[in-house]
């Protein structure tokens, strides 16, 4: 009996995956059919390991942001390196500082689990567990749009080429976005994310000590645990309220207490600091934008159809 119903399940996914495989558009119903209980498996896993380390939820919120980020949302950023993967893990934005990947892992076996085989691709998986992060921690949530596939390669050289540094000015930051497609007001929404989360001393300590934009009570409260030598790992919330989603992140701007010189940048006299007065006037405003702008970055060039494949393991091609 158990094998008949094991062989009914793998017949209904393959009869699904058929009508679903040449999909070339992202859709939030994509697993409706497909297996319905995916999208109630990433929640609880997601629920669970933020409950254990708030800090997580903004690790698993910026996995998307950099995977998207680097030829599009397609899970490339899960790659473990090897003689034909030049890992984006070992670029520098993410070495010894993106992190997630085993609570990724985990998710996938759930997902399997309850799926009976490997359905939901990997891309999928960072984006719904980065909306499941976001609203595990009070912020807003939305329809992510499904679909996606796995990449089969990886580029550390365009992770460190396309990722955005904590060291960009203002029209620095303006043109990155622009080559993903996003706009002037996807970038300050989309920065908003830093509302959650820690940055290393390393990030900013140039802005710490030399900075001539920044508050100097705030410059000297920082020294204390971001030395002028040494120290570089040590880590400093991202604003006021790391744990909890919220617009603590903009007021913080406008008193030029910024972490990172790029945060700084989106309140420095320039034409972003109208939409930062905005979100901080009108909240609601910040978190409807937040969800539209993290919609639109999830559609930055995903494999869809027949492109790459459903890795059955995040960390390496079938």
Same mark, same amino acid.
């Given at each position: 009996?158990?094998?008949?119903?094991?062989?009914?399940?793998?017949? *209904?996914?393959? #009869?699904?995956?058929?009508?679903?495989?040449?999909?070339?558009?992202?859709?939030?119903? *994509?697993?409706?059919?497909?297996? @319905?209980?995916?999208?109630?498996?990433?929640? &609880?896993?997601?629920?669970?390991?933020?409950?254990?380390?708030?800090?997580?939820?903004?690790?698993?919120?910026?996995?998307?942001?950099?995977?998207? *980020?680097?030829?599009?949302?397609?899970?490339?950023?899960?790659?473990?390196?090897? @003689?034909?993967?030049?890992?984006?893990?070992?670029?520098?934005?993410?070495?010894?500082?993106?992190?997630?990947?085993?609570?990724?892992?985990?998710?996938?076996?759930?997902?399997?689990?309850?799926?009976?085989?490997?359905?939901?691709?990997?891309?999928?998986?960072?984006?719904?567990?980065? &909306?499941?992060?976001?609203?595990?921690?009070?912020?807003?949530?939305?329809?992510?749009?499904?679909? &996606?596939?796995?990449?089969?390669?990886?580029?550390?050289?365009?992770?460190?080429?396309?990722?955005?540094?904590?060291?960009?000015? #203002?029209?620095?930051?303006?043109?990155?976005?622009?080559?993903?497609?996003?706009?002037? &007001?996807?970038?300050?929404?989309?920065?908003?994310?830093?509302?959650?989360?820690?940055?290393?001393?390393? #990030?900013?300590?140039?802005?710490?000590?030399?900075?001539?934009?920044?508050?100097?009570?705030?410059?000297?409260?920082?020294?204390?645990?971001? @030395?002028?030598?040494?120290?570089?790992?040590?880590?400093?919330?991202?604003?006021?309220? @790391?744990?909890?989603?919220?617009?603590?992140?903009?007021?913080?701007?406008?008193?030029?207490?910024?972490? #990172?010189?790029?945060?700084?940048?989106? *309140?420095?006299?320039?034409?972003?600091?109208?939409?930062?007065?905005?979100?901080?006037?009108?909240?609601?405003?910040?978190?409807?934008?937040?969800?539209?702008?993290?919609?639109?970055?999830?559609?930055?060039?995903?494999?869809?159809?027949?492109?790459?494949?459903?890795?059955?393991?995040?960390?390496?091609?079938?």
């Amino acid at each position: 009996m158990a094998s008949d119903r094991s062989l009914q399940i793998q017949i *209904f996914v393959v #009869l699904a995956l058929a009508a679903t495989a040449f999909s070339t558009t992202l859709s939030p119903h *994509f697993y409706d059919g497909l297996c @319905p209980q995916a999208l109630p498996a990433i929640k &609880r896993v997601v629920e669970g390991a933020v409950a254990k380390e708030r800090r997580m939820g903004a690790s698993l919120l910026r996995l998307h942001f950099h995977d998207c *980020f680097v030829n599009g949302c397609d899970a490339s950023i899960l790659l473990d390196p090897t @003689p034909t993967i030049d890992s984006e893990k070992n670029a520098g934005p993410n070495n010894n500082s993106a992190r997630g990947f085993e609570v990724i892992d985990q998710i996938k076996a759930e997902v399997d689990k309850v799926c009976g085989c490997s359905v939901v691709s990997c891309a999928d998986i960072l984006a719904v567990a980065a &909306r499941d992060s976001v609203v595990a921690l009070g912020g807003p949530s939305w329809k992510v749009r499904m679909g &996606r596939r796995d990449s089969t390669t990886a580029s550390r050289t365009q992770a460190n080429a396309d990722i955005p540094s904590p060291f960009m000015d #203002l029209q620095a930051l303006i043109a990155n976005f622009q080559r993903q497609g996003l706009n002037e &007001r996807d970038l300050v929404a989309l920065a908003g994310g830093h509302t959650i989360g820690f940055s290393k001393c390393l #990030l900013f300590k140039n802005r710490t000590y030399n900075g001539t934009n920044i508050d100097p009570a705030f410059a000297q409260q920082l020294r204390a645990s971001c @030395p002028p030598n040494g120290g570089d790992s040590n880590l400093s919330p991202l604003d006021p309220t @790391p744990a909890r989603f919220d617009g603590a992140y903009y007021n913080n701007l406008v008193k030029q207490r910024g972490l #990172l010189q790029s945060d700084q940048a989106l *309140f420095s006299g320039g034409s972003t600091d109208a939409i930062v007065r905005s979100y901080i006037s009108n909240p609601e405003a910040f978190w409807a934008d937040f969800a539209r702008s993290m919609i639109r970055m999830g559609n930055i060039k995903p494999l869809t159809g027949a492109q790459g494949q459903i890795r059955d393991n995040c960390r390496r091609v079938n």
